[in-house]
């Protein structure tokens, strides 16, 4: 038997199948599109090809759409499971910041356990969509945009709200200031925002999940804001998803 954690956000879903000994052996991301439920169906299908029927192993539900997964032994909520998973990942305690596709949470462990937490406004720009948003209106991948992000100078994106912030970049671009600029401007406006949340649960370490766990350039634009260190590995796009598996029941329970 194996245990199936399925979170599913506002952008991405997000699986962790993890074994009997509770060792991570397999993982499954996909847009989460317009319909949670078709996209929960479909992951259902591709867990079952891959030898991991939800009819025959608990699934624990988590996310922006966990109401949305019929299969689902139960559902918990983001904070608990993206604690968990923070906690299986890393091992320690700190402040997990988990940038999410239109939230962003800062959750600070103690032994292991979720202590406080904190989460921003749906449509402050401190976001992974803001991210994507930026990117595609300049043009760009987002690791294209990081990439130009390290040779500009930053300039000022201050609005709190991605419509408005677009706006801010449009006006740039049609002023002729530098894409490396804008680009800065746009890394420096999401570390900004991310910080001020992250700042109210200070911490001698940082533990950084979401999305934009795999971005370089953001990672050490929050370490440098925050003057700590901020820790992160490629599964933790998964955290919540790990969480939630580690949720469902055991064998016999």
Request: aromatic letters at 6%; one cysteine or more.
């Amino acid at each position: 038997m194996v245990r199936i954690g399925l979170d599913i956000g506002s952008t991405a879903a997000k699986v962790a199948v993890l074994d009997e000994k509770s060792q991570l052996i397999d993982t499954l991301l996909a847009p989460t599109g317009f319909n949670s439920a078709e996209t929960a169906r479909a992951i259902e299908r591709t867990l079952a090809e891959r030898g991991f029927s939800p009819q025959d192993n608990p699934v624990v539900a988590t996310g922006y759409g966990r109401v949305s997964v019929p299969f689902a032994t139960k559902t918990v909520t983001e904070i608990t499971c993206h604690g968990k998973g923070a906690w299986y990942l890393f091992g320690a305690d700190g402040t997990v910041i988990d940038v999410g596709g239109q939230d962003t949470k800062v959750i600070q462990l103690a032994n292991g356990r979720v202590k406080k937490f904190f989460m921003n406004d749906r449509c402050a720009a401190g976001t992974g969509k803001f991210l994507e948003v930026m990117a595609n209106r300049m043009g760009l991948t987002q690791d294209e945009l990081s990439a130009l992000a390290r040779q500009g100078r930053p300039v000022e994106i201050s609005s709190m709200c991605t419509v408005f912030a677009e706006s801010e970049v449009i006006s740039l671009v049609g002023k002729g200031t530098p894409r490396e600029d804008i680009a800065n401007g746009v890394i420096e406006s999401i570390a900004q925002k991310v910080v001020s949340l992250a700042k109210k649960l200070p911490s001698n370490q940082y533990f950084l999940t979401g999305g934009l766990c795999e971005n370089g350039y953001i990672v050490e634009r929050l370490g440098a804001r925050l003057e700590a260190p901020v820790t992160t590995v490629p599964q933790a796009r998964y955290a919540g998803a790990i969480g939630a598996a580690l949720c469902a029941p055991e064998e016999g329970a």
